[in-house]
């Protein structure tokens, strides 16, 4: 089992950055593929960006593709997300993700195939 605790929310002017971060606990961070979701009120929860388990593969909703970046530093046992140029449709609560994965190079877009869940942080982007 791998616990999950996200942090690095909070309420910013649209336009500016916010760096979400990830920290693993509980079993060997590096073999997780992981992921971060968002949740708008009354809306599913959507894929947001994913990174393989050595970092060198990455994949981004259309939505967020070069304003935001996945990064992880496996040394910390944390999975970043840097979100630059916000738009107050990024609002949202933000869960990052874990699966376990075979290959390194491998990441995963699909809810569903997670297997652990943070417990989420809230992201504000005002107009």
């Known amino acids: 089992q791998v616990q999950l605790v996200e942090s690095g929310g909070g309420l910013v002017q649209a336009g500016g950055s916010l760096r979400l971060s990830c920290t693993a606990s509980?079993?060997?961070?590096?073999?997780?593929?992981m992921g971060w979701f968002r949740q708008a009120p009354g809306k599913e929860r959507e894929f947001v960006a994913a990174?393989?388990?050595?970092?060198?593969?990455?994949a981004y909703a259309d939505s967020v593709k070069g304003r935001f970046t996945i990064s992880r530093d496996n040394a910390k046992n944390t999975v970043y997300l840097q979100m630059n140029s916000l738009e107050p449709e990024d609002t949202a609560d933000y869960y990052c993700?874990?699966?376990?994965?075979?290959?390194?190079?491998?990441?995963?877009?699909?809810?569903?195939?997670?297997?652990?869940w943070g417990q989420g942080t809230q992201v504000t982007v005002s107009s």
């Open positions: 509980g079993r060997t961070f590096n073999n997780y593929a």
């Open positions: 990174v393989s388990r050595s970092g060198a593969s990455t």
């Open positions: 993700a874990a699966k376990g994965a075979a290959r390194g190079s491998y990441y995963y877009t699909q809810r569903a195939l997670y297997d652990h």
